[in-house]
């Protein structure tokens, strides 16, 4: 089994910034890729940023120069530096995992952490 907890979520006023970070455990296996999605109430889950094993990183054209990812392979963990903190950005982020186990590829999710940004 594989877990993602998530954790750094909260309540920041327009402009402000938050980290949120994610840890994963269990039979990782093999990891291709980390990511952040979001969900906004009423939307889709979308994808915000994800960093792959070689260290490029892909992030949705809203937050791109205002959101960072970065990972620490050592710890299992993946980090999003989120900086100039817009109400849209409002939403449950969910810690993303690619990885494969025994050959078994397979997606896995964290419980997802709150994000509110008020104006």
């Known amino acids: 089994q594989v877990q993602l907890v998530e954790s750094g979520g909260g309540l920041v006023q327009s402009g402000g910034s938050l980290r949120l970070s994610c840890v994963a455990s269990?039979?990782?296996?093999?990891?291709?890729?980390m990511g952040w999605y979001r969900q906004a109430p009423g939307k889709q889950r979308e994808l915000v940023a994800t960093?792959?094993?070689?260290?490029?990183?892909t992030y949705a054209d809203s937050v791109k120069g205002r959101f960072t990812i970065s990972r620490d392979n050592a710890k299992n963990t993946v980090y999003l530096q989120m900086n100039s903190l817009k109400p849209e950005d409002t939403a449950v982020y969910y810690c993303?995992?690619?990885?494969?186990?025994?050959?078994?590829?397979?997606?896995?999710w964290g419980q997802g952490t709150q994000v509110t940004v008020s104006s």
């Open positions: 993303h995992l690619n990885a494969a186990w025994l050959l078994v590829r397979a997606d896995y």
């Open positions: 960093i792959n094993s070689g260290g490029s990183t």
């Open positions: 269990g039979r990782i296996g093999i990891i291709y890729a």
